[in-house]
């Protein structure tokens, strides 16, 4: 296959050179602009805290004397450990609660000849934009038992219709003649499903795993409503917490011995790199998904 | 085949909402307005036996309590209040146990209380739940205190009895009392937290002493500026640049208490809607033309802020007495010092009408609910923070762990001040004191919070004012007009802020200030003016 | 998917009943399949949506949602006060503007990064292009916020290369009103590109390879090769993703607006969401955002509707 690829290449000429060379120092620009502000976070973070408040502005480099001062802070913090276990559990256990579901979902939306599938479609459109708000949610959530329980931080957003949607167009893309073929072999439904639909859209439920693993990753306000033990908080909650301490130093007579204060904005950019690392990862890890020719052979064999 | 979907869908969704509403409807709340709190009986038992009240005679007695987790003991080492030193001793001092719930904010312990029984005790910030006091009375969270008081809560009783002060801010427009509050002392100087501060060093080398009239305020910007050559002499970040106004500290001198709500001998006015607003506008555009003033008072952040005024960048700042510690000990070296300025008056040797000023209420109140069947027990819990012993256990902590006496004076010992796990004094003084709940703040106690002689003395300058006569002690709005007033305010405040900006600025000519005036007019001020007043006599028992 | 026949033999639909029974015989296992799915909607999504009906009413918690008092004007006051409000007609204005200005600036952008980061042969730098373009997504508003802060102040970053062009730049760009849509959407752009254009490499890594193929064999160029395979193999998402987008036309919200806006640029920065928000902060009332909040649900609702008649009747493209 790569040799093919080589061939179209010597096909094009001097013109398309010239536009790959255009589009490279593009992307090169690109990079440069949206790597900075995780530059800047890094460099901050351990930085000198008296430097970094005396002279704020634009940094290139870290102020020295380089400190791992806020990281220990950080690091120590008693909650901190236990909300990243927290978060590693509603990580997984969410992202299975939500492949699942929506795949089924997405699935079933795809059956054009179902006399069901129209009106079961527009009730969950519907709910994408009419829902009852955030009292009743809570209410609801409570009247099932699952107040303080890591369950209620998974459940009630099981499913994104909007990730649903997009999985169905994925779905409605593999091509009639594989599954018919399938069904000709005397395929159940969940059969077609696992066997034809899955394998063939790799790279899109690797999109579905970043969506919904970030959106569980990045989540704080269900669990500030519904979990009370803070040994239960994850990561997110734990972390801005202690982000609206740093910036509530104004109020009342609070007054920080001098050290603490200074650390504030260090802090800050610390908690950021802590909580977002771990993140950052996954996208790298997923790449491998984004392969062409999974389908090759499919149809031929 | 378009008929039958449409058809099949409304059928759906017909089913869904019957049996959503069905549902649902056994998750409905009902309210326990059963139970009310036993006064009488109880009362008249305390009344015969000796006041000793602690440890209490009951027992095993456990109270269900609500507060939202206070992420600052986190920084003590703790995860949780159960675990606070000082929060297990005040339990065993009074003999009362207690089974505390944390919720994570304020949005979080509303939704909280909107089902199922309440907790005995609900600890929160005073204003947090809509409609105030009196709506929470009216919701079952809050039962009327008033007559319980002096038997079950003597020591309570008489701190609000010492000063009217302290009464008249507790008290609802039902002339009841609600909730255990904690609270300053009424000459605390640590009320006033917040004012503008100048560089001592430049004063120094232009040869001036801090100024006190707004003249000389304006001479010693004006000596930054062109015999220094200081860019912006007066700074602000952007939320505080407001409060000069709001504060007080500027507009004193221009013989008007504040830029929003105050009231003379009962009548309201509003400080934004009167004429000496005007002066006090034209001072600052004044200031802003020749260049004495952040041109980006609008935009500038605390950092921005602050690094001006470390960097030389400017002269003065209006900012909270805690960034001189986090300025000074930033810069760091033994020539940077800040002084604070007290609010400004119009002839030297005034004082100033007003300036910033904390309520003496300090956020913190705890009420008791309805579903609550042990009250005296839960008013004696309360009411320990108010007696002697219980004042020690709230500011200073743990007699021998968190405090000892030196020279007869209590006094944080090493641990708190020098903690060998790097932990700040102010997260453990609420770790083993009780800073978050209701107690009378101790002024001995504030002192030893701050290291520098700086502050202790801005502290002073900021307090030196008559704000009292003017402040208006109970803010609530009276429930009939709550919404009313919420969509007046909304935009009035929106307006009168873009207006500030534009008149400071220039980019409205002052001499349209009448034409403001009369826009407010239309916007329905003289109706949020009505509302306020009658929510304020009503406040004072009229 | 080929339609059921419903039809019997004689070439009249088939009795209701037997159509059903037809159906589910065909789609049995489907609809097993879809028994979670249908739980979890009814449970977490049609139970609690009556709970919207606070919306015309004075809600208190404790009350209750069915023993709260109805809202005056017929339980419509709430409504009427936040279209009464003075600013009520800034606010609808800049939240279309600014969300359309997204839609214009922002949709194209993801997709012609995709295509162009496609265009890379060297594995290793595709992959950092992918892995660090996506990076800003994740740096917290707050930080982004005061970046943005620093670029367009009169020493920024940003106002420097604009006064390479003649812009005068006598003070921050945040001061000026006219300069704040710019400023919003440009700097959603830079932080949120990277991220959006994932999916879009998903898609096009969906996309035949034997498609390109035949066009390389029938002589296309890259350039045709990207116009007749590329492109229409990405029509179907591109589609979908702008008729959704279409569908938060209302939706802007409140944290980075109220991170950027100040008291002079109000007039154009203010949104509906913001507005709610210090509304909200002054209240708490969960009522009015209520009400807001369902109005901007209807309008986002009927765009959608409608765009999705609009894309099918004609590129027969849509939702479903």
Known sequence: MNSLRKNSIQMDGPGYRVFAGINTLFLIAAILATAYPVYFVIIASFSDPRAMNANYGLMLLPKLPLSLRAYRIVLSHPLVLTSYRNTLVILFGGLAVNLSLTSLGAYFLTLRGSMWRRPIAMLILFTMYFSGGLVPMYLNVRSLGLMDSLWALILPGAISTYNMLVMRSSFAAVPDSLVEAAKLDGASHFRILSTVMLPLTGAMMAVMVLYYGVAHWNAWFDASIYIQTTTKYPLQLVLRQLLILGQNADFEASTDMGDAAQMSELIKYALIVVSTVPILLLYPFLQRFFVKGVMVGALKG | MKRQWVFLTLLLVLALLIAGCAGSGTTQVTTTGTTKATTGTTATTTATAAPALYPWHEPGVVLTLVRNTDVDITRAGITTYADAPGFKAWQEQTGISINITETADDTALKLYLASGDLPDIIVATRTFYTGGQLKMAEDGLAIPLTDQLADLAPDFWQFINADSIYYDSLKQADGEIYCFQGFFLKDSPYRSWRGMMIRQDFLDKVSLSPPTTIDDFTAVLRAFKNTLGIEIPLIAFSSNFPRMLSDGNLTAAFGLPTSIGYQVDGTYHFGAYEPAYKDALTYLNMLYNEGLLDKNFAVTDEPTAQSSVMEGKSGAIYAAASRILNMTSAVNDGVFKLTGLPPFTKNKGDVAISGMTDPVMVSTASWISEDCKNVPAACAFLNYLYTDEGNMLYNFGIEGESYTYVNGKPTFTELMTKNPDGYSLDPMIRKYGILNFSGVQDLAMSAQRFPLQEQIHAYAAWSSHTADKYTIINNAILAQYINEEATLWTDIDTYINEMRAKFISGQEPLSNFDAYLTTLKTMGMDRLIEIRQLSLDAARGK | ?320
């Open chain 3, 1 to 320: 998917m080929s339609k059921q026949i419903l039809y019997a033999p004689l070439g009249r639909p088939l009795p209701i009943w037997q159509r059903v029974t037809r159906d589910f015989r065909q789609y049995a296992g489907a609809y097993v399949m879809l028994i979670p799915v249908l739980a979890f909607y009814f449970l977490f999504c049609y139970k609690p949506m009556f709970g919207a009906l606070i919306a015309f009413k004075n809600f208190s918690p404790r009350q209750g949602i069915w023993g709260s008092a109805w809202a005056s004007s017929y339980g419509f006051g709430h409504f009427l006060s936040f279209f009464r409000s003075y600013f009520f007609g800034r606010l609808l204005r800049n939240t279309i503007v600014i969300s359309f200005a997204g839609i214009i600036l922002g949709f194209p952008v993801p997709i012609i990064f995709a295509l162009m980061i496609n265009e890379v042969k060297n594995r290793t730098f595709k992959k950092s292009v992918q892995t660090i373009s996506y990076m800003p997504h994740f740096i917290s508003l707050v930080v982004v916020c005061a970046m943005i802060r620093l670029f367009v102040a009169e020493d920024g970053f940003i106002t420097q290369i604009m006064k390479i062009f003649g812009y005068p730049g006598t003070q921050n760009m945040l001061n000026i009103p006219g300069a704040f849509v710019p400023i919003y959407v440009l700097s959603g752009i830079w932080q949120n590109t990277g991220w959006n254009c994932i999916i879009y490499l998903a898609a096009l890594a969906a996309i035949d390879v034997e498609l390109y193929e035949a066009a390389r064999i029938d002589g296309a160029n890259r350039w045709k090769q990207t116009l007749h395979v590329t492109l229409p193999g990405l029509a179907g998402t591109i589609v979908l993703l702008l008729i959704l987008r279409i569908g938060q036309l209302m939706s802007v919200g409140h944290e980075k607006i109220i991170l950027l806006y100040n008291d002079f640029i109000m007039e154009r920065a203010d949104v509906i969401s913001s507005y709610v928000f210090r509304r909200g902060l002054v209240n708490g009332d969960w009522s009015f955002s209520t009400a807001v909040g369902l109005f901007n649900s209807a309008i986002n609702f009927t765009l959608v509707v409608l765009a999705n008649k609009l894309s099918n009747k004609t590129s027969g493209m849509g939702i479903w």
